[in-house]
């Protein structure tokens, strides 16, 4: 009936489908990273930070996650300043260095396109620093043009496991006479890290382990202030 419906359930199945083996040795990293009670490091820039802040102190959703959350490249602070910003090579050291990261932390670096210099030098950073590096990236939109920083990889050519999100160049799927609406790339980012957590946990739990899960705060009786608790030294925005 409606159009959007039907062209996101059809990427969802491709997403799948497309990264099935990178995802089952993604959701074979995170498992261990859970198990082993490392962080997980979250960073995007514009739109992208909200998959970020998706997998970050929701209902749900695991406690050992940092979301790298800066209002600087948050369009909260205006939306061609934030744009403005991302391209600034050098900036991504100075979030970095605001965070508390370990050897063994793992990061995941969402950008649609994986052409500007934040999120591609935040990967860097990370690699730099031993810590295992997944992307969620447009290869359609990322192969079509060069980084913003000149002879700079993108960041599908610097993770360690890339995460194809399939949406097309230009993120926007239904034809509007000449033109098109419809961004897909927030959804399906949700969609590939909400299946990743779920599917670790599984494993987690097979493994005997307890999940270090966030219950909604809107249930009575309902406290996660023993995860607060435990993370709030590691993660710096709880």
């Excluded at 061609?80 to 965070?99: M, N």
């Excluded at 990889?153 to 610097?158: D, M, R, S, T």
């Excluded at 493994?207 to 219950?215: I, T």
Aim: some cysteine; charged content about 25%; aromatic content about 6%.
């Amino acid at each position: 009936m409606y159009q959007y419906h039907s062209e996101v359930k059809k990427l969802i199945d491709k997403v799948v489908d497309k990264n099935q083996d990178i995802l089952n040795k993604v959701i074979g990293l995170v498992s261990k990273t859970i198990i082993n009670d490392k962080i997980i490091h979250a960073f995007g820039t514009g739109h992208s930070h909200m998959i970020g802040l998706e997998l970050f102190a929701r209902a749900g959703g695991i406690a050992n996650v940092n979301a790298m959350l800066d209002s600087t490249v948050m369009t909260s602070e205006g939306a061609r300043r934030s744009a403005e910003i991302e391209r600034i090579s050098g900036f991504a050291k100075v979030i970095w260095d605001q965070h508390k990261i370990k050897k063994n932390d793992i990061f995941i670096v969402i950008s649609n396109s994986g052409r500007n210099a934040m999120p591609i030098e935040m990967a860097e950073l990370a690699k730099d620093n031993s810590n295992k590096v997944i992307a969620i990236t447009s290869i359609n939109q990322s192969s079509k043009y060069p980084a913003r920083i000149k002879n700079q990889k993108k960041l599908y050519e610097i993770a360690d496991y890339v995460i194809d999100n399939c949406v097309p160049s230009g993120d926007s799927i239904i034809p509007i006479g000449k033109d098109f609406s419809g961004a897909v790339s927030s959804i399906l980012g949700c969609f590939i890290v909400n299946l990743i957590v779920t599917e670790s946990l599984k494993i987690v739990h097979k493994a005997g382990k307890k999940l270090p899960l966030f219950y909604s705060q809107n249930i009575d009786g309902i406290s996660n202030e023993e995860l607060f608790s435990k993370y709030e030294k590691r993660v710096k925005h709880l």
